[in-house]
Each structure stands twice: as C-alpha cells, then as structure tokens.
C-alpha cells in the first residue's frame, strides 16, 4: 500500500551554532509515519525530541535534510502558507504548555480559531466543546496563572484540539499531569486516533505512557536508534484497541 | 480578525497598564490640546481683528503727517507738521474719488462736569467723521455743519466719559468744562469698543474742528494730526489714495525722487498687516504642535518597540497557532492607533477646557470648531499609523520558534 506519508522526513538535520562550537541537536533522521498511526517519540532528555517536534510542526527549519507533509516538500511553501499549515492541519501541544498570559483558558483554547476566521459565536462554542472534552468544562473562565500545572496542560490540549487537526504533535502532553488525569486524556488520544483518524505523534519520558502506542521511536544524540511497536514488557497506561488485538494473538 | 476584535484586544492590553499608556500618550494630549486651545483662540482673535477694522469704516483712508515705516500706520501723529489745513481744503476740492474728508486734531484733556472730572482724549474734527468711521450717537445729536459755521460750544461724548462724568443720568444739554471753556454736550455715541491696537475708543469726546482750532489748539491751529477720508466705494480706495498722493506731493512741492512727507493707508493695508500678524501666529502655533506631535509619536514608537520586545512569547504563540504575519502586524499597528487616538480625544477634550478657562480668565473671545477637532482627532490616529509601523514589522518579522523561546 502506497499511501502517501502524514510526516515523510529524509536526512533531517537540525544543527544550533549560535554561541561558538555547533551542537548537531538532530544528526540524520529519516522517518515516515502514515495517516492513522500512534506514535510515541521517547529518548533521554537533550537527545533531540523537541528540535525534531518543532521542525514537522513547522515552528522551525532544518539545517538540511527533507520534510514533506502529506507529500508536500515544505521548504516550497511561503510563510503564509506554513502558518496556514499550522492552523489547519496540526495541533501543537508544547512541552512548557506556552498559553498567553492574562487571557482566559476559554480564550486561548479560541485563538486558532480565530486566525482561521471563525465567526465568534462558532468559536466560543468550538471552544467550550474542547475544554469539556479535557475535562476543564468549570474553569473556562480562569486565567492560566489561576490554573494548576495540569490544568494548563490540559488548556494547552485543549487549544491543540480545537481546529480539528490532522496531525496531532504533543510534547510531553502527561508530563505535569497525575496518573488519573494522564490516563483520561490518553483515552482521548486514543478516541481521536481510532474513531477521527487523526494521527498522533507524542513524545514522552513515561514508559507506560509509551506504551499506549502502536510504535515507539527512540532518539539518542540525534539519531533515531529505535523504531518500533511498544516492548511486551512495557505496561500500558490505557488500553487500546491494538492491544487486544495484539493480546488476542498471543492467546 | 475582523475590526471588533481588534479593538477589544488593544483596549484590553491598553488598560492592562494604564499608567504606561497614559504617559505615552501624553506628548499627543499636548500636541493635539495645544492645537485645539490655540486654534479656538487664534480664531477668536481673527474674528476680534476682522469685527475692529469694520469697525474703522467703510472704505477708510487714512491720512498721517510725517513719514511711517512700511509695516503699518504709525499710532500717536502731530509729531510731524507737514500737513495743514490748506492741504485739507485743497484734498476736498481736487479728489473726485473721495466722498468725506474728515481731518482729526487731538490732545488729551481734562472735563469737567460739576463735581466729576475725567482726563480723555479731545477729538476736534468735522461732521463728515461721523460718517467716515461710521460713527454714530445712541442719544442726542452729532454735531453739524452749521455748528461747525457758527462755532458752536457743543460736543458729544464717548460712551465711557458719559459714564465717568454722569454716571447713569441724561447728559444732553447738560454743560461741561475743557480748558476752562464751557461745551453744551449734544450726544453720546454708542460704544465701539476696543480699538484694532488695543485703547478705548468711548474714552473721547468731540467737538467742532473750528472750536478746536480756535480754542484748543494754541499755535498750531493750521497742522492737521491725521484726517479720515471714505472712498466713493471699495474699488476705488486705491484710486483715492493715488490721487490723494499726487495732489499731496504737488502742493508740497516733492521732487520726483523725494519720498513722501505724509502717510496714507487704507483699509487694505491695515488688513493685511493685522492678517500677517495672524498668519504668523498660526504658523507658529502650528510649529509648536507639529513638535508636539513629533515627540507624542516617538513616545508611542517606543513604547510599542518596548511593548513587542515584552510580548515577543506571546507574538511566538500567536504565530505557532497559526497567525500570519500580516494578523501580527495589524495587531500592532491597531494598538498603537487605538493609544494615540486616546491621546487625541484626551487632547481635543483639554485644549477646549483650556480654551474655555482662559477665554473665562482673560475675556478673550475663543471659537471650537468641531472641524478642527475631527482633523487634530484624525491627525492623532495618523500619527499612531506611522509611529506605530516600525514596532509592528518588527513583531510581524519574528520567527516563530525564535519568539517561543524568548526570555
Ligand atoms: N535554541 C537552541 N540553541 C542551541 N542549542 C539548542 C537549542 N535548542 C535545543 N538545543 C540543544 O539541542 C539538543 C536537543 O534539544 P531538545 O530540546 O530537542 O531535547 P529533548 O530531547 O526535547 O530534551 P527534553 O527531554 O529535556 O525535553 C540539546 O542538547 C539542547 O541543548
Ligand atoms: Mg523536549
């Protein structure tokens, strides 16, 4: 089957030489995911997780290598037209959440919506439905430094959700949150995975949050040193319908 | 984004540091105050210079012994002697273009009326001045020709020494006293007011030319001070003065290179020459609140550079989620209008307060003109537009993951 790649990368090189000696923080990763997968990124801290994450979600360019986005080379594409990439087809969940200030959970979760030109009732609404869906359907109205870490995180989810994307890139989205919530709002990456066909690519430190994963790639120094489904061993968090399977086949 | 939630983002980042955005719009508040008190006043005065030189006359022309500077009629004559009444006589009979002559002698007197008396300033001239200055009597009479023929004691006073002299009761045909002579006082002319150089023009009191030349004027009873002449109309004021010159020069005997011994003026003249005074007002003025608004620009300049450089994060997000850089630009530049369009309406509503307390304070008449204060209004929004730019292309040119990782 030759579907076209959700995330196709060749040789991708993210090399930081600001402040003397250049430090390769992406060394030479050549990856695919299709449409429909669960990936889960792991690999010790300062190994390259966030730089590959920003670079497909369009936030940042390689120093060399290719990225295409549903077959298209992005390096073609004008600064307009990445920001509507970015609005349209990928939800960004950052690792330091990254909410504005001084601005409601209800209104930051709004703000794609409002660079697609959503009329505002439609946005509200849009809106309040995501937060609900994490669960933060009482505190709309909070501004983010009333909220506890998880609960941003939650807000930052939310804000990811909204618009609907194609592509769902979350930087350590569980990271600040407690095994309660952490397994809710992998339920709901599993939900949107399996019944909206959105794919999902999350990095984590967790190894049980890993493990709801169909495949695990693991990055060390910048290279990819591992690609595949979640070791047996790995417990985890959720279940999922892969899971089942998997164990069915075991039996 | 669409207008609305433009204006409510801005507003709510303006008000989220008040203290800030009041001081940063303070150069426009003055610029735009000082413009809306200066023109409500300059208009005030135009119309004050505008209501006096109609108040001289119709048609005037003024006649003053003696040389004067080109800039405009030299106040005070008799200083020069050049002119006597022959001229006068001669002036009467030769200039067709001219309708009334009136020639104009005084001297600063005391009057005495019973117990009161008052120093004033003594006008002996001829009937025809009630007409030249449109001078006229709220009560009484002028005085006539036959007065002037006969040499008739009477005189008419300004509204201020009537007052002075006779408080709220009827002077007609009550007596007064100047230099000893008895006067019959006829009539009291209705106010005028100020004149274009600032004294009371109802602090005078007139009497027949021949009394005064008579009883008045000691020696120099054939020197004339200054006389007023009306043109037959407006057209031909020029006309008047150029023969008034000529035949002026001629019975003065004047070679062809040989200034003038005498000044005449004309309405024209003293207009311009008011309006010269105006029109440097106004540019001066105008230089002032260009500076003001030079300075309220950079001050909005800054603070918006300020403003991207605190919220380069924030600038960071909206681009990860999908902002253009047009919709960063706008943003920006909507804030910085928003704030100097504050700064403007803060300013229109100041300078007409400051108008008000200082046309309150001083009697100075001002004028608001809502045009103006649309325009100053619209200058101030403009002022944000062009200060406001640079902070924004600046905003509007960060990268995305650069601005996300902003400290
Ligand atoms: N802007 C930058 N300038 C210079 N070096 C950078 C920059 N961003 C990241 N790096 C370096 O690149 C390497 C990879 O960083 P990255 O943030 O991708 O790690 P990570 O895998 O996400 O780590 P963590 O699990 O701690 O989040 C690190 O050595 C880091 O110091
Ligand atoms: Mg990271």
């Known amino acids: 089957m030759s579907e076209v790649p959700v995330i196709d990368t060749e040789h991708l090189q993210k090399v930081y030489s600001a402040g003397g000696t250049p430090l390769v923080a992406l060394a030479d990763v050549t990856l695919r995911v299709q449409k429909g997968e669960f990936v889960a990124v792991v690999g ?139 397994r809710e709002i992998l339920t709901l990456f599993v939900d949107l995975n399996v019944n909206h066909g959105i794919t999902v690519v999350m990095v984590t430190h967790e190894l049980d949050v890993a493990a709801v994963s169909r495949r695990v790639v693991q990055f060390k120094d910048g290279h990819l040193v591992m690609d595949g489904p979640p070791p047996p061993e790995w417990t985890p968090a959720v279940p999922a319908p892969w899971h089942v399977a998997k164990t069915s086949e075991v039996a | 984004m669409n207008a609305f939630t433009l204006l409510r983002l801005a507003l709510r980042v303006i008000s989220r540091n008040k203290a800030r955005a009041m001081l940063t719009v303070l150069g426009i508040v003055i610029g735009v105050g000082a413009v809306i008190a200066m023109v409500a006043l300059g208009a005030g005065a135009q119309q004050n210079i505008a209501k006096q030189i109609a108040s001289l006359g119709s048609n005037l022309i003024i006649l003053i012994p003696g040389t004067t500077n080109v800039a405009g009629v030299r106040g005070g004559g008799g200083s020069s002697t050049t002119v006597d009444v022959d001229d006068i006589d001669a002036l009467r009979r030769e200039v067709k273009s001219i309708t009334h002559l009136a020639p104009a002698n005084r001297q600063q007197v005391q009057i005495v009326a019973g117990d009161a008396n008052w120093s004033t300033n003594l006008l002996g001239t001829t009937p025809a001045f009630y007409v030249v200055r449109d001078w006229r009597t709220d009560t009484g009479t002028e005085h006539s020709e036959l007065d002037e023929a006969s040499h008739n004691k009477v005189c008419v006073l300004g509204r201020t020494v009537a007052t002075q002299l006779f408080g709220t009761d009827d002077p007609i045909d009550q007596w007064v006293r100047i230099k000893k002579v008895p006067f019959r006082v006829i009539g009291v002319l209705s106010s005028k007011g100020q004149s274009p150089m600032g004294t009371d023009q109802d602090d005078t009191v007139l009497i027949p030319f021949s009394v005064y030349r008579q009883r008045m004027a000691g020696t120099q009873r054939d020197q004339i001070q200054a006389a007023y002449a009306a043109a037959v109309d407006a057209n031909s004021s020029q006309a008047a003065l150029d023969e008034m010159t000529a035949v002026l020069r001629q019975r003065h005997h004047l070679r062809e290179s040989a200034d003038d011994d005498f000044s005449l003026r004309n309405l024209a003249d003293i207009a311009a020459a008011s309006r010269e005074v105006a ?129």
């Not at chain 1, 940042?60 to 509507?84: E, H, I, K, M, Y």
């Not at chain 1, 990439?85 to 969940?93: A, E, L, M, S």
């Not at chain 2, 804030?335 to 369009?341: F, G, M, P, Q, T």
Request: hydrophobic residues 50%.
């Open chain 1, 44 to 182: 010790a801290s300062g190994s390259g997780k966030s730089t590959f994450m920003n670079l497909i979600g369009l936030l940042d360019r390689p120093t060399s290598g290719v990225l295409r986005l549903d077959g298209v080379d992005v390096a073609r594409l004008t600064p307009n037209q990445r920001a509507v990439v970015r609005n349209r087809k990928i939800g960004f969940v950052f690792q330091g959440f990254n909410l504005l200030r001084r601005t409601s959970a209800l209104e930051n979760v709004e703000l794609p919506l409002l660079y697609a030109g959503v009329p505002a009732r439609v946005r509200t609404d849009a809106a309040k439905q995501a937060l609900t869906q994490v669960g933060l359907g009482e505190r709309m109205g909070h501004m983010p430094n009333e909220l506890s870490g998880g609960q941003q995180q939650r807000v930052a989810i939310a804000r990811a959700l909204v618009n609907q994307p194609a592509l769902l890139l979350a930087d350590e989205p569980t990271g600040n949150l407690d095994s309660t919530t952490t």
């Open chain 2, 279 to 407: 029109d440097s007002m106004t540019l001066l003025l105008g230089s002032i609140a260009g500076v003001s608004l030079l300075v309220g620009g950079i001050g909005i300049m800054n603070t918006m550079l300020v403003s991207v450089t605190e919220r380069t994060r924030e600038i960071g997000i909206r681009l990860a989620v999908g902002a253009k850089s047009s919709d960063i630009l706008v943003q920006f530049l909507v804030e910085a209008v928003v704030l100097s369009a504050i700064g403007g309406a803060i300013g229109v509503f100041f300078g007409w307060g400051a108008a008000q307390l200082l046309s309150d304070a001083t009697g100075w008449v001002t004028i608001f003109d809502p045009a103006v204060a649309a325009l100053a209004f619209a200058v101030s929004g403009a002022v944000g537009v062009f200060f406001g730019f640079w902070p924004a292309r600046r905003a509007a040119q960060l990268d995305p993951i650069d601005a996300l990782r902003y400290e």
